[in-house]
């Protein structure tokens, strides 16, 4: 059984950094895909950024790019989102997602979910 796990979200001030982490366990993860998602109060739940587990691939929405990064540690199990130049607008919770294959936008098209972790940017 799949188990994802987010840490270190917390409260950051408009041009900081966080990093974000996602531990993964109950499966070799090597013909997977990991995703970051995130959901703003009122918002839908909305893409941010994708990596395929042996690192060939990665994909990111427009308003992250340049400003956030995803790797990830086969040796920890762990995938990460760096991010900085932190915005208001990046405020919401943030949410890591697996599924077999390639890297993928929709949340529909993931099936395993972490419980999230929240990301609040004040001015």
């Known amino acids: 059984q799949v188990q994802l796990v987010e840490s270190g979200g917390g409260l950051v001030q408009a041009g900081g950094s966080l990093r974000l982490s996602c531990a993964a366990s109950g499966r070799t993860f090597s013909n997977y895909a990991m995703g970051w998602f995130r959901q703003a109060p009122g918002k839908e739940r909305e893409f941010v950024a994708a990596i395929r587990w042996s690192g060939e691939s990665t994909l990111y929405t427009d308003s992250v790019k340049g400003r956030f990064t995803i790797s990830r540690d086969s040796a920890k199990n762990t995938m990460y989102l760096q991010m900085n130049s932190l915005r208001r607008e990046d405020t919401a919770v943030y949410y890591c997602?697996?599924?077999?294959?390639?890297?993928?936008?929709?949340?529909?098209?993931?099936?395993?979910w972490g419980q999230g972790t929240q990301v609040t940017v004040s001015s």
């Open positions: 997602a697996a599924r077999l294959g390639r890297v993928a936008e929709l949340t529909s098209q993931y099936r395993h």
